[in-house]
């Protein structure tokens, strides 16, 4: 029996590299405004994993462009408001996802323990009744104002996207990544903590892919999106031990509300996978918290110096370019 089953690499949870990439932020935001549209255009059954993964993330850009350049639109906080909500229902349905692409590879490495196939069932039961009800929830969120107010700014996006405002793009990018720097630093091992670095490290990859024509940002792209896998990793493993310790937590091994045949809560093996997978899952976290840890006091390459400045200088956007806390 495998006491450590390792989680799948972080590749499954990327996101593919923007087609707009390196072009005008205007073709960023068209982009990703037509990519947000495609899941909430779309219902039920008919919502495969990779649809829900674009648009959130497209979701998750949008939103960091508007709060680290706030006078891209007239009402910023309104804006960021109906995006967060169409976000938080299509994350319901993601986070399920990345439990499935997580949790059923590292159950499958018990193979050939007695408990892996009640244990990898269990799951399967529980992830889908999970799906289920988070797809059951996007009809009714259709109708909110605020969804029916973000549909209307990324259909008006997606044909005919914001100018950007000026800014110093340098500066910019260099104080969102000193805000990540800082998250990191005061979060030590922490994973709790670390998961607001987590938020800052994706806005920093987020402005520097917005801004890829820009000589600036290409040196803060790369070194922005390895952080934020990283401790996107991390924080995938912290949902997936609060999953484990809330079915182990049951005592059957599984949530009340999706309660799964008798076939396979009555199985002792389940729930001894659950308390091996928790174990093992537990320490492949704490490995990469430390790694974390033991590297963030470290220095890193300083960026290219000088100010880059795009569509003219002048002088930093509110909240100094740098992003603000995520809600």
Do not use: F
Not at 63 to 90: F, G, I, K, N, S
Not at 218 to 246: P, S
């Amino acid at each position: 029996m495998s006491t450590r089953p390792s989680p799948p690499a972080p590749g499954p949870r990327s996101t593919p590299r923007s087609g707009a990439e390196g072009g005008a932020p205007e073709d960023y935001l068209r982009l990703h405004a037509a990519r947000a549209l495609e899941a909430m255009r779309r219902r039920g059954g008919d919502l495969p994993v990779e649809v829900v993964h674009d648009s959130r993330t497209s979701l998750r850009r949008l939103r960091a462009t508007v709060r680290t350049l706030p006078a891209l639109v007239a009402d910023p906080t309104a804006v960021d408001a109906a995006l967060q909500e169409v976000a938080l229902v299509l994350g319901a349905v993601r986070d399920v996802d990345v439990l499935s692409e997580l949790l059923l590879p590292a159950a499958d490495e018990l193979t050939p323990d007695p408990a892996a196939a009640p244990l990898r069932a269990l799951l399967e039961h529980e992830l889908a009744a999970r799906r289920a009800a988070a797809l059951a929830a996007l009809a009714p969120a259709a109708e909110a104002p605020r969804w029916q107010e973000a549909a209307t700014l990324l259909q008006d996006w997606s044909r005919t996207p914001p100018s950007l405002p000026r800014l110093d793009v340098a500066q910019a990018l260099g104080e969102a990544e000193a805000l990540t720097r800082r998250r990191l630093r005061a979060a030590g091992a922490d994973p709790a903590a670390l998961h607001s670095a987590r938020k800052a490290a994706k806005r920093w990859r987020y402005a520097a892919e917005l801004l890829a024509a820009e000589p600036a940002a290409a040196h803060h792209r790369e070194r922005a999106e390895a952080v934020q896998e990283e401790l996107g990793l991390i924080q995938d493993l912290e949902i997936a031990l609060g999953l484990l310790d809330e079915l182990e937590a049951e005592g059957a091994g599984v949530g009340a509300a999706h309660a799964a045949p008798a076939a396979v809560t009555s199985a002792p093996e389940a729930l001894r996978g659950l308390a091996v997978l928790r174990a093992a899952l537990a320490a492949r976290q704490r490995d990469l918290v430390n790694e974390v840890a033991a590297r963030t006091h470290r220095p890193l390459p300083e960026p290219p110096r000088g100010r880059v400045a795009t569509r003219g200088s002048a002088a930093p956007p509110a909240h100094g370019g740098c992003p603000a806390p995520d809600r």
